[in-house]
């Protein structure tokens, strides 16, 4: 029934900056944590960044000062900002969530489709 949609990718030139959104649908109880993932070409899934139901946050060294991860409780929205971009973060973005649709079960991991974010030197 519901699902994660990533929006706000696209070219940007290095220096510039982005700001991804990623939207949670269907019924909802409780996000245990959101968090951003990246995969460039001919490499591995990496972790960019990471905030708990807590609040707490979490980041890759890569993009730690430059990226900042936040949410919308209320709309049940996480965000990347990203700023400073090099070509070395071009990759698909994916969103990523632990959600709980109602009290009386457990969470369930969910991956957006992701969205490509290209930075041009």
């Known amino acids: 029934q519901g699902q994660l949609v990533e929006s706000g990718g696209g070219l940007v030139q290095a220096g510039g900056s982005l700001r991804l959104s990623c939207v949670a649908s269907?019924?909802?109880?409780?996000?245990?944590?959101m968090g951003w993932y990246r995969q460039a070409p001919g490499k591995q899934r990496e972790l960019v960044a990471t905030?708990?139901?807590?609040?707490?946050?979490a980041y890759a060294d890569s993009v730690k000062g430059r990226f900042t991860i936040s949410r919308d409780n209320a709309k049940n929205t996480v965000y990347l900002q990203m700023n400073s971009l090099k070509p070395e973060d071009t990759a698909v973005y994916y969103c990523?969530?632990?959600?709980?649709?109602?009290?009386?079960?457990?969470?369930?991991?969910?991956w957006g489709q992701g969205t490509q974010v290209t930075v041009s030197s």
């Open positions: 990523n969530a632990a959600i709980r649709r109602v009290v009386t079960s457990p969470p369930s991991i969910y």
């Open positions: 269907g019924r909802i109880f409780m996000i245990n944590f």
């Open positions: 905030m708990a139901s807590g609040g707490s946050t």
